[in-house]
């Protein structure tokens, strides 16, 4: 997590005095009183130990340190201990404000309670210890952890310090990152913009000059984070990152934990390296890194001989080198480096294991479970193999009953197609007659024979669009797929129909849906459903002789699916059929199969729809076709 912090607010005396009042609660609550009163609760000599972060509690690469160090302490301390950790906030601004408050704040709350031992975490907080002890601590021995060994005020150390530092070896780190990638080029190197980090980026360039003649080098530190990782996202080719520290960036943001570390990490297109342990294990690729274990030992070693008794100014460390070299599996093989071309001695981290070394048993199970079905499933497969061949069979059947129901639906619709096609042929004779006699004549008008083979053209076309949808009804083809506008298809059904129901006095009306109905199906099925439908409900009006003759058809979008609601003006299905309707062989027609409706509805569930039938409370029955509507591409 990120965010801008007001130096203002730091600097401001009201924030100083709040401070300074919860001091004096903590001091009143840890009075020594109430400190003994523990102790003799614990059963020992009560070790009271201060830490004081650089920057915060939880700010990696110092928060692993501080982990393991505490951890390690209290495993080997033989006495109680009262751990308190506090946390210098000043460190994380580019412009650090006073310190003051903070020191009376920590001078209130220890008064009369000294701890007998200060740890400082990081080269800031040893500072702080270091310039303010006389003041806070006079007489509490501290040793100083976690700080290079360029960044230790010598001259302010006393005989009562103890200094556990580390030594960052730059060139071997980078060293590193051309023995690992050796066609390196370029290296961005990302660090922030407080006063330590400024100083560690001026440290690496000067210790860097030896390579610039091998390397160029891009320095992140007057970047804010946001334009960093715009900028890591399109590095060229043969470029590494190398990331040194990003606590406050460049627009004073401050940036906590490793979480800018892995937000670099999922945009960058170059792998990452780094000298710091805590970074490593998944965002770097690893190499010579200080060792946390290493220096949490000598911390906690250091204390231990203190707190029981013996002079800090005899207890001295040599300065902690890097570590052997570790690298992460997971990154060689995102970045397809080869463990051959690893430093000698490296050690490979976080390798996930083979299939064979972390299930050996269940690999075996398995294999044995495989074996053991093999012979049920050559017998399934054939018998889904027979399965099959009866389901096309059993298909082709359909097929072939629909057609035959279509030819039915098509002999009832017999008048209407002879009425549409003797329209337009008497009108072509009629017109062909007429341009003869107007040829005949000594001056004929021939703007007037014009206008009659335009007629003749017109109808010609008028009984060629009743033969193709005659011929579309009837043609035997397969299941055909394809994209529909369902208002069109209705009304192309409603056309074959017309004529019948003239002839049956029967009103035949459509409304249409005002928007488009795309769908996706086979044409000459879906126009049979709506055939079978039309017919089924004439029937109903003539057998039953009604004085109101009526069959209306309409189509509407509902939700993500288009209705084609078919009514009639007919006595409606009797309440015990209406569960019955749709099976095959039901029928209340003397002369019907009672195959019509089932065709029916196999269809629309083929076309992912549902069918369902409903007598009017005005009289009548419904019929109700719905079908999934298409997403139509909108193009650019």
């Excluded at 109905?517 to 099925?525: A, E, F, H, M, R």
Aim: proline fraction near 6%; include cysteine.
């Amino acid at each position: 997590m990120s965010g801008r912090m007001s130096t203002d607010s730091v600097r401001s005396w009201p924030a100083a005095a709040a401070l300074l009042c919860l001091g004096l609660f903590v001091a009143v609550c840890m009075s020594p009183g109430r400190a003994n009163a523990v102790e003799r609760q614990l059963g020992g000599e009560l070790k009271r130990v201060l830490i004081l972060h650089s920057f915060g509690r939880e700010f990696r690469p110092w928060s692993e340190y501080t982990r393991s160090i505490k951890a390690e302490l209290e495993r080997q301390s033989p006495w109680p201990l009262d751990v308190q950790e506090h946390a210098l906030l000043t460190a994380r601004f580019n412009s650090p404000g006073p310190e003051a408050p903070f020191v009376d704040y920590l001078a209130s709350l220890y008064q009369g309670a000294f701890p007998d031992i200060v740890l400082s975490i990081g080269a800031p907080a040893a500072r702080f210890v270091q310039r303010y002890r006389s003041k806070l601590f006079p007489d509490a021995p501290m040793v100083l952890t976690v700080v290079e060994q360029r960044l230790i005020n010598r001259s302010d150390l006393t005989d009562n310090d103890v200094v556990v530092s580390v030594r960052n070896d730059f060139v071997a780190a980078f060293r590193n990152i051309l023995h690992v990638l050796p066609k390196t080029k370029t290296v961005a190197v990302v660090v922030g913009a407080s006063p330590l980090e400024t100083f560690w980026m001026d440290e690496v360039k000067r210790e860097l000059k030896p390579l610039e003649g091998r390397l160029d080098f891009i320095w992140y530190s007057d970047l804010s984070f946001e334009e960093i990782l715009k900028r890591a996202a399109v590095l060229p080719p043969h470029t590494a990152l190398f990331w040194g520290l990003m606590s406050v960036d460049a627009a004073g943001i401050v940036h906590e934990g490793d979480i800018a570390l892995r937000r670099l990490h999922a945009v960058a297109n170059a792998p990452i390296f780094s000298y710091q342990e805590p970074f490593f294990g998944g965002s770097t690729v690893g190499g010579p890194m200080h060792s946390i274990n290493e220096t949490s030992e000598k911390t906690v070693n250091a204390a231990i001989r203190v707190l029981g008794g013996e002079k800090p100014s005899n207890i001295k460390y040599e300065p902690i080198e890097f570590a052997a070299p570790r690298y992460d599996w997971r990154e060689l093989q995102r970045w397809s480096i080869s463990e051959s071309d690893l430093p000698p001695g490296s050690e490979i981290m976080f390798r996930e294991p083979t299939l064979w070394q972390s299930y050996r048993w269940q690999v075996l199970l398995i294999a044995a479970i495989i074996l053991v079905q093999a012979g049920l499933i050559s017998g399934l497969l054939h018998e889904r193999q027979r399965r099959q061949v009866a389901e096309v069979e059993s298909r082709q059947r359909f097929a072939e009953l629909a057609h035959a129901n279509r030819y039915s639906a098509v002999g009832e619709l017999t008048t209407s197609i002879a009425h549409e096609l003797n329209q337009p042929l008497g009108s072509i004779l009629t017109n062909t007659e007429t341009a003869e006699l107007m040829l005949k004549a000594a001056s004929p008008d021939l703007d007037e024979v014009r206008q009659i083979l335009a007629d003749i053209r017109r109808d010609d076309q008028r009984a060629s669009e009743v033969i193709r949808r005659l011929r579309s009804v009837l043609k035997k083809t397969p299941f055909e797929i394809r994209n529909l506008e369902l208002n069109d298809t209705v009304r192309e059904a409603i056309g074959l129909a017309a004529a019948v129901a003239d002839g049956r006095r029967i009103a035949l009306s459509y409304v249409p849906a005002v928007t488009e109905l795309p769908i996706k199906g086979d044409p000459v099925q879906v126009q049979q459903v709506i055939l079978n439908l039309i017919i089924n409900a004439m029937d109903a009006i003539s057998d039953a002789d009604m004085k109101k003759r009526e069959v209306s058809v309409a189509t509407l979008r509902a939700g993500n699916q288009a209705e084609i609601r078919i009514a009639d003006t007919g006595p409606g299905i009797a309440a015990d059929d209406l569960a019955n309707v749709f099976n095959p062989f039901f029928t209340t027609k003397p002369e019907g199969m009672g195959i019509g409706l089932a065709i029916a509805k196999t269809i629309v569930e083929a076309h992912y729809g549902t069918m369902a039938a409903e007598n009017l409370p005005a009289g009548g029955a419904l019929f109700t076709v719905r079908l999934p509507i298409v997403r139509q591409r909108t193009g650019s």
